[in-house]
């Protein structure tokens, strides 16, 4: 099942790691299809939460809504991670939010540069897209089983290599390329600060966190809406427009309609429109 493993590392010998959960074990592999696929089966086997599973390529590596993303050897970071909060269905967009938290941060602390938040999954560094997440999950009727966080970094990628024009790279914004392992190392740092803040504290401080480093506030957005959940009638799948203005305790986005009318959003595809 494991084919393609380079080695596994323990929190210690990764680059000095030293986290409580995520990352206690970390596996890398030469190239998978996805490492969500990875972490999803190794999850359903009954891994412990904390796993992290990075692949140097991907050959079916995927983003929201059937994307696909690019995954070319050494050109960015793949990697998914085991967390087994006891929540329900409905909460688990907030984890997409606090990975989203945990990544902005640790790619502000590596580059030097103001990264941001694109809600829900979207890391922005320049008002271009340099990462994504992408949130799975297991669930048993209304509590989730486990959850696989999935995160793509575009690092090594030169400008004619982008998969689409509105991206970017740490290569182009530095100038230089980056060693992904180390960069691996401080997301997983924050990361973990981000999770041990959620199991003592919940998810307040975290979606404080996200507000202040949401690229959207003020500006005109027009969201496809999803179904968020199958049982989940207040966001029927549509088209919307309006101003955002700020996440909700749930981490919804709430936005003003040209009615003056306010929207919660829980789970979409936001453009910016201007
Ligand atoms: C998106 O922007 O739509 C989310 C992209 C998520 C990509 C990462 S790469 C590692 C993990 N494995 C996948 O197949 N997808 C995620």
């Known amino acids: 099942m494991d084919e393609g493993i380079l080695r596994i590392f323990n929190s210690k010998n990764f680059d000095s790691l030293h986290t409580q959960i995520i990352g206690r074990k970390i596996y890398k592999y030469d190239t998978v299809t996805s490492t969500n696929d990875v972490a999803f089966r190794h999850a359903l086997e009954g891994e412990k939460e904390g796993l992290v599973f990075w692949a140097r390529s991907q050959t079916k590596g995927r983003g929201r809504l059937g994307r696909s993303w690019i995954s070319h050897k050494d050109k960015g970071v793949y990697f998914s991670i085991i967390l087994r909060p006891q929540i329900a269905v409905k909460d688990a967009p907030k984890f997409t939010l606090m990975a989203g938290v945990g990544i902005a941060k640790a790619l502000g602390k590596f580059t030097g540069l103001e ?160």
Not at 179 to 208: A, H, M, T
Not at 243 to 265: M, T
């Open 115 to 274: 990264s941001l938040i694109k809600w829900p999954n979207d890391i922005f560094i320049k008002d271009k897209k340099i990462g994504g997440i992408l949130t799975e999950i297991e669930a048993d009727i209304n509590m989730i089983r486990f959850i696989v966080i999935g995160i793509g970094l575009n690092t090594n990628l030169k400008a004619g290599e982008l998969p689409v024009k509105e991206a970017t790279s740490l290569k182009i914004l530095l100038g230089k390329d980056t060693s992904n392992e180390s960069l691996l190392g401080v997301c997983l740092k924050e990361l973990d600060n981000y999770y041990l803040e959620f199991k003592k504290y919940g998810f307040r401080g975290i979606i404080e966190e996200a507000r202040s480093l949401s690229s959207l506030w003020g500006r005109q957005v027009k969201i496809e809406t999803l179904p968020f959940d199958k049982h989940s009638k207040s966001n029927p799948k549509g088209t919307i427009e309006g101003v955002a203005l700020d996440f909700d305790e749930d981490g919804a986005l709430v936005i003003r309609q040209h009615n003056g009318f306010r929207k919660h959003i829980f789970a979409g595809d936001v453009r910016l429109l201007r």
